[in-house]
């Protein structure tokens, strides 16, 4: 689950069938199999409950053991069942993880949403003008920003924080967007720059 925190991009193999994302397998962590994992749950180590987690290609991984990869809160070092030397846990990196929808906790806010159910959503401004389509959520280290495809033209970023996006609208299919000014504003040269025309 996810108020406004971390995921992924989107791979281009479709998720398991109404599937959440929530987490993906990095580097491998010593010699004996495991591997550390970041999470996109409110809480990590709800991972092992959730267990097995589904990976696109149809593969269930059994968490075996989780626990606390150091200072950042949303990464593990996670041990799978059947992942027993360091070769086949760098076989697992980048993998994603997903479980299904009706394994996970309903949002608890109005503030809460799955990044999943994001993708998809039309974007306008508040004062009605369409953006385009949410197409991917990312989080890059200090917070989350949607990725927005305009009819043409290239994608727009957008933080995800309630003071630019103050609605989110699930059963609408919509979002709204409060730009703070030059969110939007093409990268114009420097004065004297040359610009080829």
């Known amino acids: ?73 949303d990464m593990l070092v996670v041990r799978f069942r059947g992942i027993a030397d360091r070769d086949a846990a760098e076989a697992l990196n980048r993998t994603e993880l997903f ?32 953006l385009g389509t949410v197409i991917a959520v990312h989080n890059f280290g200090a917070g989350d920003i949607l990725e927005i495809a305009p009819r043409r033209g290239p994608t727009l970023l957008v933080p995800f924080t309630r003071a630019i996006v103050p609605t989110v609208d699930i059963p609408g299919r919509r979002l709204t967007v409060d730009p703070p000014p030059g969110l939007f504003d093409e990268a114009r040269p420097e004065d004297g720059e040359d610009t080829g025309a």
């Open 1 to 73: 689950m996810a108020g406004r925190h971390s995921a992924p991009e989107a791979g281009a193999v479709p998720a398991p069938a109404d599937a959440i994302l929530v987490a993906q397998i990095g580097a491998a962590h010593g010699l004996k199999g495991e591997v550390r994992v970041k999470a996109f749950t409110a809480d990590p180590q709800s991972l092992k409950r959730y267990s097995p987690l589904a990976a696109r290609d149809g593969r269930l991984l059994h968490v075996e053991a989780a626990r606390p990869a150091g200072a950042s809160p």
């Open 99 to 130: 479980v299904p929808r009706d394994r996970l906790p309903a949002t608890e806010g109005e503030d809460e949403f799955y990044h999943a159910d994001l993708i998809g959503l039309a974007a306008a401004t508040i004062a009605g003008e369409a």
